[in-house]
């Protein structure tokens, strides 16, 4: 018998992968969390039937929503992670030595309970720069008086379910007010191929609240999309203006991101240009 | 009743799309050639089991494996495409006004019947410049005496079945034999995701022929593989040295490639610079 795990999407596209094993399956108070085994990606976590992240790739999607941000702003000390439960996002901020501090919001402790037992080697849960804090987003980014952070990082699941919320006008204008002058906000905008009304009104709503939002892309198999994309926000960085010191503390360490995939990522497909403007 | 059409790699992983409903089917004396309309991407083109090419999303391949080669030789004027029985590689080559002759040798009548007669959007037949061979493209690189061409594209199906001997040093010294100096050589290369070994063998193999053979990067729903590759061979021509007139005659007319798209595109990730050096 073989196993395989499908994501189908608007049933019209479908992705599988074989499966060896279960490892975790919950229904936790806000979605049903998984992690198994499969062929192709190793150990693999999907929420709510939808792909999440895997050993084998998680490197693509989690340098790419972090770097770019982290290499733009000189000595960034201060990072605010929104969701990002299975803590890689975290990891690849916390290889910046300028970081000091690193608050993380995810809602679901079964989430991060499944990746630190069954995927740890994704996070760098025992850094003491990392503050976990399990609530919800929208009301910490609403609510919070804290000083204002360098980088904030938007690794939120589809705008459906619990992470609709992170994904409109209001949600922005609170990052808007906990970042500093100066700051970067970098979140997944979804697929530009298979998801392109989504992505379009991301960026577009960011460039309602933010001076530039720029989209960015790259590979990331799990999402069976061809091509993902995340976004770069701000009201004074210049996306390309790469810090070379920054940059040079993680590029070694790093299996996809590069300065030329960063400056590449940013290549804007002439559909998109005409679609963006 | 919902009718999936899946293409499955190595029994790992495994991408599907919906389909409406069958519009050609036949057994030629090579392969199985098979037309259907799916809900995502349109007519689609599939042979013996495996996607070749939609209506939805033929530019990002075909764009992506022609202009790379044509915008970095100014005035090319004679072009040989290898396979490229749907039309779409040639339809792209023959928007470069300094086009003179282009010769195509496809192996399979019945592939490019079926594409004429139901995506027939997709070539340019009719253009007076294209010689069409339908013949044996092994024999061809080896036997003919033909003036040289600026420009060689392997738009070839995977390496196995009749694609096979595409794909080895005996086949490329061929090619090299009827490129003129400062040519170029451009070909798919498969998926470096999911494809990896045949793709690094392919780009080893041009090396030991060409001065230069550099591997670049897209997205190509259809194949399934997050990202698709096509490799930029040659012995005197820098792919990075895109010719402004050359480009000027093509690019506002596409819809995926432009001049950022390609120096992106070359862009080779920390894992694969380790591996290729």
Redesign the interface.
Known sequence: M?L?Y?ETFD????????VEHTLFAKQSDYQYVEVFK???LGKTLAIDGIYMTSEG?EHYYHEMIVHPAMVTVPGARRVLIIGGGDGGTAREVLRHPSVEKVVMVEIDQVVVDACKAHMPELGSWDDPRLELIIGDAIEYVKQAHVEPFDVIVLDGSDPVGPAEGLFNVDFYKGVSRLLRDGGVFSLQSESP??QRPVFLEVVQTLRTIFKTAQPY?G???L?????WSWTFASNTVDPLAIDEAQLAHV?DG?????R??H?????????L?RQLG
Chains 1, 2 share one sequence.
């Not at 400056?263 to 559909?271: K, M, T, V, W």
């Open positions: 073989s395989w499908y049933d019209r596209i479908r992705f599988g992968l074989r499969t062929v192709e790739d191929m298979i892309f590979p990331v198999l999402y069976g999309g061809a091509q590029e790093c299996k996809y991101y590069n030329d995939i400056r590449g990522a940013f290549a804007l497909p002439n559909d240009r």
